[in-house]
């Protein structure tokens, strides 16, 4: 069965840096990739999302995510986070079903 | 538009006690799905549903949870009885037509239910 692992459990980055989250997929074909961040108290909602075409993605709030076929990876970056930024970020593979990976915990220090 | 409806927001319980919650997915989307987040994981869907019809429930434990979505509207999933286990944020998403492809779901804000 598909499924993505996210390797980072947490990960803390000063406001204003770069940040880079990483998501590997497992699947055979080519595979539907999504990203979606859940700030404390609210629900998921939806970054950007890979079905095929252009391998760099553009999201919204400042995101964008890269495909790479040869690293089964789909990473997100932000050039500069912003505090508003601190979140829980959860990779996903859709098959017949949605599969999130475990998220990895954004911290933002000032 | 109106975006994914879910009530209550918070729900504390004991254990063997039963437990419902409410969604209300976004007007005109035909398929609802119910997920299970246990803090520290990602959601695990639960059951899917296609206008009134179930799709997807092997997810569900069926001695203990239950959902209907009547008319192909609005849901509610059931716990009867709780067990400690079942502490998690129980979050509905909604799509226009279904999980293959491209469709986008949209979720509601979770229910956090926690069970003493």
């Known amino acids: 069965a598909q499924s993505v692992t996210q390797p980072d459990i947490h990960i803390t980055v000063s406001e204003g840096a770069s940040l880079e989250l990483r998501c590997n997929y497992s699947y055979g074909a080519t595979p539907y990739l999504f990203w979606y961040v859940q700030s404390p108290g609210q629900g998921l909602q939806l970054l950007l999302k890979y079905f095929s075409g252009d391998t760099l993605v553009q999201g919204i709030k400042g995101f964008e995510a890269e495909f790479k076929r040869s690293q089964s990876s789909f990473n997100l970056r932000k050039p500069s986070v912003h505090w508003s930024d601190a979140a829980e970020y959860f990779c996903a593979v859709v098959d017949y079903k949605l599969s999130f990976g475990a998220g990895t915990t954004v911290t933002v220090r000032a | 538009e109106a975006g994914v409806a879910q009530s209550p927001r918070y729900k504390i319980i004991e254990k063997r006690q039963s437990v419902a919650f409410w969604c209300n997915p976004i007007s005109g989307h035909a398929t609802l799905y119910w997920y299970q987040q246990i803090l520290g994981q990602g959601p695990k869907l639960l059951i899917q549903?296609?206008?009134?019809?179930?799709?997807?429930d092997s997810q569900l434990p069926k001695d203990r949870f239950s959902a209907e979505r009547l008319k192909g509207v609005d849901s509610t999933l059931k716990i009867q009885p709780a067990k400690l286990e079942d502490s998690a944020v129980y979050l509905c998403?909604?799509?226009?037509?279904?999980?293959?492809?491209?469709?986008?779901?949209?979720f509601g804000p979770g229910t956090r239910l926690t069970v003493l």
């Open positions: 549903f296609q206008n009134n019809g179930v799709v997807d």
């Open positions: 998403a909604s799509s226009l037509l279904g999980p293959r492809g491209t469709d986008t779901q949209y």
